[in-house]
């Protein structure tokens, strides 16, 4: 038997065991055989990190450190990445199961957002403002102290490092809690950022399950703010926790994206993105392209040129270099893609192609689901309105704008929307009208570190990304000076 690395909690500097005496198998979805064993912190450790890091936002090495020095800390820390860049894209594409290419790209989105915030770290000022009399009034931006970042599993570090980011610029120390079943580039981010010279305490990872960890972390009165990116569910309960000691929150939660397409658009490359935004990451993404928007016109065979795409995608272990989609993350999320296959048969949605589980050869011990595609369906259908969160794309088509307008709609979320078209006026006029927080023309989805991802509706509260993200990990302070 191979002999697996067994992990513990970062905090205040130290690695150390969980108060639970507990480790818990971090699975490999490919195999569902273990590939680490993960401390299973509790409420004890949680309220230990947030204590750590409160000491060493009030510790004068951190508190007052000259900002550039913090942008120089990202920097080397975004180069760690870079150094280790082959081994944290593999950590993560066998944590989560993606395709080792996709969790490049994620590895490189991490770099690239550290460094993106160190050339903020000592450019984050206030303003004066002309007031009557002889005063000088101005503001000032304040870190918020301990900041807690609550990531989900499907862009474990990626989307845990958009919010720490900023936070270290602003100068906060940061508690990280990782999802369960997917910690280990979290793990990995405690140790380079150790290496980088950060000092003890600003950055701590408490690995273990939300009810625990994330519920102690959400409900502390020490913490300065919460980001917080997963379901919709849990999102409510996290806004309701964090009522109690009135602590802002950012909400990054689900969609059900519309790709939309018209007759006019270079369809073989609509084609191609119209897949890939369906079917990455196994269709684990929030701003997946789940929804397909075809023109009745072009419809029935631009569908079926997408059943044959993903009818063709070869199936595989995130770390095999030839592998276009990997498993689902795990067996519980298996069950519920199933679940919602049946649902959309019941509902009479036509399935083209996938929504199986593969039950032969190697891949069978692993959770590797066709990838599916139905047609035929309307807005008021399960698959239609509900984040499915696996490889499941709901085709539908419109007549008129205003008909795909309203069904673009027709969801309680409002994250992301892509429009393929090469008309300016149609692409510049749907865009107005989609109710979402991002829509990309011509490619989808796309986002960068500096541009804000944002989510309307039920998607989401405030917005990670962009210059304008570090106002949430500062406080306003404004000073008047009476100078009679
Ligand atoms: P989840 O809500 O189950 O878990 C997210 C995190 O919250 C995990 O770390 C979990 O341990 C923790 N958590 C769970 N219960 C908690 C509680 N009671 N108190 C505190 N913390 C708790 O989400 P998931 O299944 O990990 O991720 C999938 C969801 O995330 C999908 O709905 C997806 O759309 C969403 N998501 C949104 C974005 C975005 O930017 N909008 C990005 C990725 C994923």
Redesign the pocket.
């Known amino acids: 038997m191979m002999e697996i690395a067994k992990h513990q909690l970062y905090i205040g500097g130290q690695w150390v065991e969980p108060s639970t005496g507990e480790h818990a198998p971090d699975l490999d979805p490919a195999t569902n055989r273990p590939i680490a064993e993960i401390a299973v912190g509790g409420a004890e450790d949680a309220k230990a990190a947030v204590e750590a890091a409160r000491a060493s936002f009030e510790n004068p090495e951190w508190r007052t450190i000259d900002p550039s020095k913090r942008g120089r800390l990202l920097f080397q820390l975004g180069q760690l990445v870079r150094d280790r860049f082959d081994e944290i894209a593999k950590l993560e594409s066998q944590d989560v199961g993606k395709p080792i290419r996709e969790a490049k790209g994620d590895a490189a989105f991490v770099y690239k957002t550290l460094e993106y915030w160190a050339g903020m770290a000592d450019k984050i000022q206030g303003e004066t403002i002309p007031v009557p009399g002889a005063r000088l009034n101005y503001t000032v931006l304040e870190p918020v102290g301990v900041t807690v970042h ?6 474990p570090l990626t ?1 845990a490092v958009r919010g720490i980011a900023p936070a270290l610029a602003a100068g906060n120390t940061v508690v990280v ?6 910690p280990l580039t979290a793990l990995k981010f405690a140790e380079l950022a150790e290496k980088a010279g950060f000092p003890p305490g600003v950055v701590n990872v408490v690995t ?4 625990t ?3 102690a ?2 409900t502390h009165p020490a913490v300065g703010s919460i980001t ?8 409510r ?2 806004l309701e ?1 964090a009522a109690k000691h009135v602590t802002p929150v950012t ?5 059900k994206n519309p790709n939309i397409v018209f007759p006019d658009a270079d369809l073989d490359k609509a084609l191609k993105g119209v897949v890939f935004a369906a079917f990455q990451n196994a269709g ?4 997946s392209g789940s929804r397909l928007l075809v023109h009745e016109s072009i419809h029935a065979d631009f569908v079926k040129k997408v059943a044959e795409r993903a009818g063709k995608m070869k199936l595989g272990p995130g770390l095999k270099e030839d592998t276009q989609m990997g498993p689902v993350v795990s067996k519980e ?1 298996e069950k519920s893609v199933l679940t919602y296959v049946d649902v959309g048969v019941g509902e009479g949605a036509k399935l083209v192609v996938g929504g199986k589980k593969v039950t032969d050869g190697e891949l069978a011990s692993g959770n590797f689901l066709t990838p599916a595609v139905f047609d035929a369906v309307t807005s008021d259908m399960r698959v239609a309105k509900e ?1 499915i ?1 696996g490889p499941v794309l709901a085709a539908m088509s419109f007549r008129t704008v205003d008909d795909l307008v309203d069904a673009a709609n027709a969801v309680e979320y409002g ?1 992301a929307a892509g429009v393929w078209t090469k008309d300016l006026k149609t692409a510049h006029g749907v865009a107005t009208r989609l109710q979402a927080g991002m829509v990309s023309i011509n490619e989808f989805p796309l986002t960068f570190p500096q541009t804000p ?1 944002v ?1 309307w509706k039920r ?2 509260l405030g917005h ?1 990304q962009g210059l304008d993200a570090i106002r949430f990990y500062t406080r306003l302070k404004n000073v008047n000076v009476n100078l009679e």
């Open positions: 609550i990531a989900p599993w499907n862009y989307l809690k990782p999802a369960a079943i997917t273990g399950p939300g009810s960890v994330g519920k972390l959400a917080f990116t997963g379901s919709l569910e849990t999102g309960q996290i926790m909400l990054e939660l689900g969609g684990q993404m929030c701003w999320q984040e969160f994250l991802f989510g998607s989401g990670e």
